[in-house]
């Protein structure tokens, strides 16, 4: 394990977080670490630790654990924020705004941010303005590599808690709607949520330097890139 490449998952209660877990189950070439603000259950067979901390005090955990590369799934919802648009902003902009200048101030050279397809900060839509902004402070904070995932709508099983309705009905029409989106509306087609964190974990591994904004097509081609373990690529 001495040369394997030091991971701090930030949000690894969510769809992407759990799914870069189990990404991670018998993998010699990554050591993660997991920081969230509850517990959740591990992937058996894995072999990492999980930080259950305040997000006040994610820095110390990231100090002491010194990764290389972090990826950031951290995020939340419009019924999770209780419909108000600080509280929204609290997660999806502050919190990981701050986790990313703590990280770039203790030395970690790369930042791998699971954002949103259509994100922009002049967009109309406040989802969409608050992801913008996020992408958008995210290149000042000056790390040797940044990476943005934009996928479309995520195509996954969340924990009962997490259930979102809305997105159920989506996931449901998105065989159909993937067959009617061409061109540049690929960028707007459902995802499995496995390919997300494959992706993910396969630009965490990188030490190319740069900034990098990946839409769907681009997110498959870096997964296919991860060493499947005996699985079956992509």
């Not at 991971?7 to 018998?26: D, E, H, N, R, Y």
């Not at 924020?81 to 600080?86: L, T």
Request: hydrophobic content about 45%; glycine content about 10%.
């Amino acid at each position: 394990m001495s040369d394997a490449v030091r991971i701090g998952l930030i949000g690894a209660t969510g769809l992407i977080g759990a799914g870069v877990m189990a990404q991670c189950v018998g993998r010699e070439d990554v050591r993660l670490t997991g920081i969230a603000r509850r517990e959740t259950q591990l992937p058996r067979g894995i072999q990492m630790e999980l930080f259950v901390a305040d997000p006040a005090n994610w820095g110390d955990v990231i100090e002491a654990v010194r990764p290389t590369a972090i990826i950031c799934a951290v995020g939340t919802t419009w019924k999770k924020a209780g419909a108000d648009e600080a509280a929204f902003r609290a997660v999806d902009r502050d919190l990981v705004m701050d986790t990313a200048r703590t990280a770039q101030r203790l030395g970690v050279a790369r930042f791998v941010h699971v954002s949103s397809v259509g994100a922009d900060p002049h967009a109309r839509a406040f989802y969409l303005r608050v992801k913008g902004e996020t992408e958008r402070e995210l290149a000042k904070v000056g790390f040797a590599r940044l990476d943005i995932l934009r996928p479309g709508l995520l195509r996954g099983t969340r924990a009962e808690e997490d259930r979102r309705p809305a997105e159920r009905l989506g996931i449901a029409a998105a065989p159909l709607a993937n067959l009617l989106l061409h061109g540049r509306l690929r960028q707007y087609r459902g995802i499995k949520a496995e390919i997300v964190a494959q992706a993910a974990l396969a630009l965490a591994k990188r030490a190319a330097r740069g900034r990098f904004v990946h839409d769907n097509d681009a997110i498959r081609a870096a997964a296919r890139t991860l060493p499947q373990l005996g699985r079956e690529a992509l």
